[in-house]
Protein backbone atom coordinates (compact mmCIF):
# COMPACT_ATOMS: atom_id res chain seq x y z
CA UNK A 1 0.00 0.00 0.00
CA UNK A 2 1.55 3.38 -1.19
CA UNK A 3 1.37 6.27 1.97
CA UNK A 4 -0.06 9.98 1.91
CA UNK A 5 2.03 12.52 3.60
CA UNK A 6 1.22 14.93 5.47
CA UNK A 7 3.56 18.21 6.15
CA UNK A 8 4.67 17.08 9.41
CA UNK A 9 5.77 14.20 8.10
CA UNK A 10 3.44 11.74 9.79
CA UNK A 11 2.35 8.90 6.77
CA UNK A 12 -1.46 8.27 6.36
CA UNK A 13 -2.97 5.64 4.58
CA UNK A 14 -4.53 5.84 0.96
CA UNK A 15 -7.81 5.03 2.30
CA UNK A 16 -7.80 8.12 4.97
CA UNK A 17 -7.58 10.12 2.22
CA UNK A 18 -10.86 8.16 0.92
CA UNK A 19 -12.65 8.60 3.83
CA UNK A 20 -11.74 12.14 4.45
CA UNK A 21 -13.49 12.85 1.15
CA UNK A 22 -16.40 10.66 1.91
CA UNK A 23 -16.80 12.42 5.42
CA UNK A 24 -16.07 16.27 4.07
CA UNK A 25 -13.13 16.62 6.16
CA UNK A 26 -9.67 17.24 4.78
CA UNK A 27 -6.55 15.66 5.26
CA UNK A 28 -5.12 19.58 6.04
CA UNK A 29 -7.38 19.69 9.09
CA UNK A 30 -5.31 17.01 10.54
CA UNK A 31 -2.12 18.66 9.56
CA UNK A 32 -3.11 22.07 11.12
CA UNK A 33 -3.93 20.21 14.35
CA UNK A 34 -2.00 17.21 15.37
CA UNK A 35 -4.08 16.28 18.52
CA UNK A 36 -6.46 15.34 16.04
CA UNK A 37 -4.72 12.87 14.30
CA UNK A 38 -5.45 10.18 16.54
CA UNK A 39 -9.40 10.59 16.39
CA UNK A 40 -9.54 10.45 12.71
CA UNK A 41 -7.24 7.49 12.58
CA UNK A 42 -9.25 5.37 15.36
CA UNK A 43 -12.55 6.39 12.91
CA UNK A 44 -11.20 4.40 10.29
CA UNK A 45 -8.97 1.80 12.16
CA UNK A 46 -12.04 0.28 13.83
CA UNK A 47 -12.60 -3.13 13.43
CA UNK A 48 -15.82 -2.93 11.84
CA UNK A 49 -15.32 0.49 9.63
CA UNK A 50 -11.82 -1.57 7.78
CA UNK A 51 -13.80 -3.86 5.85
CA UNK A 52 -16.30 -1.62 4.97
CA UNK A 53 -13.78 0.94 3.47
CA UNK A 54 -11.52 -2.03 1.83
CA UNK A 55 -14.64 -3.18 0.46
CA UNK A 56 -15.46 0.24 -0.73
CA UNK A 57 -11.56 0.68 -2.38
CA UNK A 58 -12.76 -3.00 -4.32
CA UNK A 59 -15.23 -0.50 -5.70
CA UNK A 60 -13.61 1.90 -7.00
CA UNK A 61 -11.44 -0.42 -9.84
CA UNK A 62 -13.71 -2.95 -11.00
CA UNK A 63 -11.84 -2.98 -14.24
CA UNK A 64 -9.06 -4.47 -13.05
CA UNK A 65 -10.91 -7.17 -10.82
CA UNK A 66 -11.90 -8.70 -14.27
CA UNK A 67 -8.26 -9.62 -14.59
CA UNK A 68 -7.79 -11.55 -12.00
CA UNK A 69 -6.79 -15.80 -12.51
CA UNK A 70 -8.11 -16.75 -8.75
CA UNK A 71 -6.32 -19.77 -9.19
CA UNK A 72 -2.66 -17.76 -9.28
CA UNK A 73 -3.85 -14.70 -6.85
CA UNK A 74 -0.85 -13.86 -4.99
CA UNK A 75 -1.08 -10.22 -3.60
CA UNK A 76 -3.88 -9.93 -0.68
CA UNK A 77 -6.14 -7.53 -2.89
CA UNK A 78 -6.39 -10.38 -5.61
CA UNK A 79 -6.80 -13.10 -2.48
CA UNK A 80 -9.58 -10.48 -1.07
CA UNK A 81 -11.46 -10.46 -4.91
CA UNK A 82 -11.16 -14.39 -5.15
CA UNK A 83 -12.20 -14.81 -1.07
CA UNK A 84 -15.69 -12.45 -2.22
CA UNK A 85 -16.26 -14.05 -5.74
CA UNK A 86 -15.96 -17.40 -3.93
CA UNK A 87 -18.65 -16.68 -1.71
CA UNK A 88 -20.97 -14.50 -4.29
CA UNK A 89 -21.19 -18.53 -6.08
CA UNK A 90 -21.71 -19.63 -2.52
CA UNK A 91 -24.64 -17.68 -1.95
CA UNK A 92 -25.96 -18.20 -4.91
CA UNK A 93 -26.00 -21.42 -4.39
CA UNK A 94 -27.44 -21.21 -0.77
CA UNK A 95 -30.39 -19.11 -2.81
CA UNK A 96 -31.27 -21.68 -5.14
CA UNK A 97 -31.16 -24.67 -2.21
CA UNK A 98 -33.23 -22.65 -0.64
CA UNK A 99 -36.07 -22.26 -2.87
CA UNK A 100 -35.67 -25.69 -3.66
CA UNK A 101 -36.09 -26.35 -0.10
CA UNK A 102 -39.22 -24.39 -0.23
CA UNK A 103 -40.36 -26.10 -3.02
CA UNK A 104 -40.06 -29.14 -1.30
CA UNK A 105 -42.31 -28.20 1.55
CA UNK A 106 -45.07 -27.08 -0.29
CA UNK A 107 -45.19 -30.52 -2.45
CA UNK A 108 -44.60 -32.85 1.06
CA UNK A 109 -45.34 -30.88 3.37
CA UNK A 110 -49.09 -31.19 3.89
CA UNK A 111 -48.76 -34.59 6.16
CA UNK A 112 -47.78 -33.15 8.72
CA UNK A 113 -49.69 -32.40 11.71
CA UNK A 114 -48.38 -28.83 11.45
CA UNK A 115 -49.33 -28.62 7.91
CA UNK A 116 -47.05 -27.00 5.04
CA UNK A 117 -47.86 -23.31 5.63
CA UNK A 118 -46.26 -23.44 9.15
CA UNK A 119 -43.15 -25.39 7.95
CA UNK A 120 -42.42 -22.94 5.41
CA UNK A 121 -43.28 -20.20 7.77
CA UNK A 122 -40.73 -21.70 10.26
CA UNK A 123 -37.80 -22.67 7.59
CA UNK A 124 -38.29 -18.51 6.39
CA UNK A 125 -38.01 -17.58 9.97
CA UNK A 126 -34.76 -19.63 10.49
CA UNK A 127 -33.07 -18.75 7.35
CA UNK A 128 -33.66 -14.81 8.10
CA UNK A 129 -31.75 -15.95 11.47
CA UNK A 130 -29.04 -17.56 10.14
CA UNK A 131 -28.29 -15.26 7.50
CA UNK A 132 -28.36 -12.64 10.25
CA UNK A 133 -26.52 -14.38 12.56
CA UNK A 134 -23.70 -15.64 9.68
CA UNK A 135 -23.32 -11.74 8.79
CA UNK A 136 -22.67 -10.78 12.21
CA UNK A 137 -20.57 -13.57 13.03
CA UNK A 138 -18.50 -13.29 10.02
CA UNK A 139 -18.36 -9.39 9.49
CA UNK A 140 -18.05 -8.24 13.18
CA UNK A 141 -16.99 -10.95 15.61
CA UNK A 142 -14.41 -11.80 13.16
CA UNK A 143 -13.44 -8.58 12.23
CA UNK A 144 -12.70 -8.09 15.71
CA UNK A 145 -10.88 -10.94 16.04
CA UNK A 146 -8.76 -9.91 13.27
CA UNK A 147 -8.34 -6.52 14.70
CA UNK A 148 -8.71 -4.91 11.45
CA UNK A 149 -5.03 -6.03 10.06
CA UNK A 150 -4.82 -6.62 6.31
CA UNK A 151 -6.62 -9.85 6.15
CA UNK A 152 -9.82 -9.31 7.81
CA UNK A 153 -11.56 -8.32 4.81
CA UNK A 154 -10.60 -12.25 3.39
CA UNK A 155 -10.87 -13.63 6.46
CA UNK A 156 -14.35 -12.31 6.40
CA UNK A 157 -15.14 -13.64 2.89
CA UNK A 158 -13.82 -17.06 3.63
CA UNK A 159 -16.00 -17.37 6.90
CA UNK A 160 -18.97 -16.36 5.07
CA UNK A 161 -18.85 -19.01 2.21
CA UNK A 162 -17.43 -21.98 4.72
CA UNK A 163 -20.46 -20.73 6.81
CA UNK A 164 -23.09 -20.70 3.66
CA UNK A 165 -21.07 -23.84 2.37
CA UNK A 166 -22.15 -26.05 5.58
CA UNK A 167 -26.14 -24.60 5.28
CA UNK A 168 -26.02 -25.54 1.76
CA UNK A 169 -25.38 -29.06 3.14
CA UNK A 170 -27.66 -29.10 5.77
CA UNK A 171 -30.52 -28.08 3.48
CA UNK A 172 -29.50 -30.29 1.33
CA UNK A 173 -29.59 -33.06 3.64
CA UNK A 174 -32.57 -32.03 5.53
CA UNK A 175 -35.01 -30.94 2.51
CA UNK A 176 -33.74 -31.98 -1.09
CA UNK A 177 -31.50 -35.19 -0.55
CA UNK A 178 -34.63 -37.12 2.06
Known sequence: MSFGYVNWGIALPDFLTLHERLSGTIVSSIAESPGSLQKHTDLVMTPIAAPIILSLLCLACPAQAQDVDCDNATSNVEM???????????????????????????????????GRDAWEKKLRETQRAWVAFRDLNCDELLAIEWGGGTGTNLAIATCRTDMTNARITTL?????DR
Open 80 to 114: TYCGWEEFERADTELNRIYKEAIGKIRLTGGDLPA
Open 172 to 176: RERYI
